[in-house]
T-cell receptor, first 115, second 115 residues
Framework: AQSVSQHNHHVILSEAASLELGCNYSYGGTVNLFWYVQYPGQHLQLLLK????DPLVKGIKGFEAEFIKSKFSFNLRKPSVQWSDTAEYFCAVNAHGDSNYQLIWGAGTKLIIKP | ETGVTQTPRHLVMGMTNKKSLKCEQH?????MYWYKQSAKKPLELMFV???????ENNSVPSRFSPECPNSSHLFLHLHTLQPEDSALYLC??????????????FGPGTRLTVL
């Protein structure tokens, strides 16, 4: 069965630090890739997604992610984090050829930004 | 607000009770989803409805019974639950009727506690 691995359950950074959250998936075929974010007290919402084309995807609030097919990875990055980036981040994958409706989710990474 | 509402927001029930969770989307979407979110675990897809027909049922115990009377409303009927069913239950919707690659819009969730 396909799976998604997020390497860190908790990350603590200071403001202005650079961020990289890891995401790896286990599927050898074509995939659609997503990062969702859940700010404290708010709903899960889409941060960015990759379908095809340029493997470097830009999302909201200065986030970007790079799809590296050879590494089965879709890591999330931000060059300089802010206190307002404190949230839980979820990576998700839709594997083509698998159910069209099935998003496979990672367990999430809780990011805490110290002011 | 994402246009997806859920009621109640919190629910405490005994193992012999029967209760229902309600989800409503105001986005004109064609697909609706139920997820279970437990601490430190990936989101688990429970059910998907597309154009009011159930298209996914991920081996969910029969004590959970979904109902989709129209494209805007989704219910999850609960009966004889177990304490391990305590979790946050999330509803989501997406525009398309056939693609998990569509952005999913989430409600705030119902925090369920089974005593």
């Amino acid at each position: 069965a396909q799976s998604v691995s997020q390497h860190n359950h908790h990350v603590i950074l200071s403001e202005a630090a650079s961020l990289e959250l890891g995401c790896n998936y286990s599927y050898g075929g074509t995939v659609n890739l997503f990062w969702y974010v859940q700010y404290p007290g708010q709903h899960l919402q889409l941060l960015l997604k990759y379908f095809s084309g340029d493997p470097l995807v830009k999302g909201i609030k200065g986030f970007e992610a790079e799809f590296i097919k050879s590494k089965f990875s879709f890591n999330l990055r931000k060059p300089s984090v802010q206190w307002s980036d404190t949230a839980e981040y979820f990576c998700a994958v839709n594997a083509h050829g698998d159910s069209n409706y099935q998003l496979i989710w990672g367990a999430g990474t809780k990011l805490i930004i110290k002011p | 607000e994402t246009g997806v509402t859920q009621t109640p927001r919190h629910l405490v029930m005994g193992m012999t009770n029967k209760k229902s969770l309600k989800c409503e989307q105001h986005l004109g979407h064609n697909a609706m989803y139920w997820y279970k979110q437990s601490a430190k675990k990936p989101l688990e897809l429970m059910f998907v409805y597309s154009l009011e027909e159930r298209v996914e049922n991920n081996s969910v115990p029969s004590r959970f019974s979904p109902e989709c009377p129209n494209s805007s409303h989704l219910f999850l009927h609960l009966h004889t639950l177990q304490p391990e069913d305590s979790a946050l239950y999330l509803c989501a919707s997406s525009q398309g009727s056939s693609r998990a690659a569509d952005t999913q819009y989430f409600g705030p969730g119902t925090r369920l506690t089974v005593l």
